[in-house]
């Protein structure tokens, strides 16, 4: 049984983090984003939000804020409400692919009625209104007056940036040019959450359950396909599928701030004309960035066919400079064949690793591995699942170890760390892949010939940076 002491404790956390962010937000002689407003990154409060101190109080505040509630809920109550939260995702799918933000941005301050909504949306304003109350319900969208509803700082977040006119009129253009977190998201509560409602049945069956074959996966069950995920997406049928994958990949960027990629790795330390392969790089978005901050490092951006052709144009758009010179090249490749590049300074895999299994990860790296040089350097960004107790390894790899969070609070922080946790479920889902902790991590790359000498926890983000040097040589980092 819980003591009062511990509800107590978990108070004067929050307390005490609360002051600690109103503080910073004093300092800046700006107030705290209204929950209620929708999202304005020019504010610059925004940018106090994004301060690791600050990130670091809100996280206190949301680990805290959830075991007090889990504490003093009753259980059955909580164990139906956790367990109806699919109905959450449904609802959001509905709202972005009903283009219900852009409607009300065009609305603007005083909302519009779910009629004028629906009649926009082309839908059913009863049935619209039952699923934008859900979401107002859970802080995404405002019910200003019975049945009139507005967008708030979280529901804004996912504008498209387009009239709504134009996105009804062309939808299968309408993540082109966008933020790409309205891809992201769609991409989540589509083929995501369909794939996760087959879990049970691929764990029930003996036949996919022991499997970690990428067609062995609750995806394929919902899809009713033997190809795996990348295969199907490629398909002519799914064009369009293909079209906000890519999208959306450039747009989980956003949930991190843009230069927490630069705040590991010491970048800006390799010599000029250094050679940074981004392998399954998407459209490279984070190399992109990267070489925004290092002009002189020459990138070469590997993936399949139909995404190189769609990393042209992104980094036409967002950096011709750099394929007008050259120090940007694309490359198709299959990451699974022998690495045709030699000369690598660094590999660099953003959320690569996570979409395998260990034995298909560790032939990723067995590549990576026989391409090396001497003085190359692997670059693993993903998210690393922390264990929720003390870990041998926490202080034998430099950077791995985290501040310990204060009791009663569980030691992974709890819902505050939770989306590691999500994406692992994603990733088993939709691929057979899995993120992981540590251990697994220096498992698959001992396998691989490749020793973890070094973890970048990076600031403003939930991944971090592992990095690692062929087996037997110094790290120099």
């Known amino acids: 049984m819980e003591s009062p002491s511990s509800l107590r404790q978990l108070s004067d956390i929050i307390s005490q983090a609360v002051t600690a962010i109103e503080a910073e937000y004093a300092k800046a002689s700006t107030p705290l984003p209204s929950l209620d407003a929708p999202l304005d990154p020019t504010n610059p409060a925004e940018a106090v939000g994004m301060q690791p101190s600050v990130m670091a109080s ?24 956790d367990s109806l939260l699919y109905h959450l995702s449904s609802c959001l799918r509905a709202a972005a692919a009903l283009n219900v933000v852009e409607i009300l941005r065009e609305a603007g301050q005083d909302g519009l009625h779910v009629k004028d909504i629906a009649q926009k949306a082309r839908t059913d304003p009863d049935k619209l209104s039952r699923v934008l109350r859900l979401l107002a319900t859970h802080h995404v969208f405002r019910e200003l007056t019975p049945d009139v509803f507005a967008n708030n700082r979280i529901s804004s977040v996912i504008d498209k940036g387009k009239s709504s006119e134009v996105l009804f009129e062309k939808p299968a253009e309408k993540f082109i040019g966008t933020s790409g977190l309205g891809a992201y998201l769609e991409h989540i509560t589509d ?37 795996p995920i990348f295969a199907w997406l490629e398909n002519p049928e799914n064009k369009d599928r293909l079209v906000r994958f890519g999208v959306g990949q450039a747009g989980s960027t956003k949930l991190e701030s843009p230069e927490s990629i630069l705040l590991g790795f ?25 070489a925004k901050a290092t002009p002189g490092l020459r990138i070469i951006n590997q993936d399949r066919a139909p995404v190189v052709e769609q990393a042209k144009e992104y980094w036409n758009e967002h950096l011709r400079s750099h394929v007008q010179s050259g120090m940007v090249q694309f490359q198709v490749h299959d990451f699974f064949a022998p690495q045709p590049v030699k000369n690598a300074d660094v590999f660099l895999l953003r959320q690569i690793i996570h979409d395998w299994p260990d034995e298909a990860a560790v032939r990723i790296l067995t590549q990576l591995r026989a391409a090396s040089t001497h003085d190359t350097k692997l670059v693993i960004v993903d998210q690393i699942i922390p264990y929720a107790t003390e870990s041998p390894l926490t202080n034998s790899i430099p950077g791995l170890a985290r501040p310990a969070p204060p009791a009663p609070l569980l030691r992974n922080m709890g819902v505050a760390m939770a989306v590691p ?10 691929l057979n892949g899995r993120e992981r902790t540590m251990g697994t991590l220096v498992a698959i790359c001992e396998k691989a010939g490749w020793k973890i000498v070094q973890v970048y926890h990076l600031p403003g983000s939930l991944f971090s940076e592992t990095i690692a040097v062929p087996n037997g040589v110094q790290a120099k980092i």
């Open 58 to 81: 809100s996280a206190l505040i949301i680990a805290a804020a959830a075991q007090i509630s889990a504490t003093v809920n009753n259980p059955a109550l909580a164990i139906i409400n």
């Open 191 to 227: 083929e995501g959450f369909k794939s996760s409602a087959y879990m049970t049945d691929a764990l029930l069956d003996p036949a996919t359950a022991f499997s970690q074959e990428p067609t062995a996966t609750p995806f394929c069950r919902a899809f009713s396909t033997t190809a």
């Open 266 to 290: 010491k970048w800006d330390q390799l010599p000029k004309d250094s050679v940074l392969v981004d392998v399954g790089g998407g459209v490279g978005s984070t190399s992109l960035l990267i």
């Open 421 to 430: 946790y999500w994406a692992d479920i994603h990733m088993y889902a939709l």
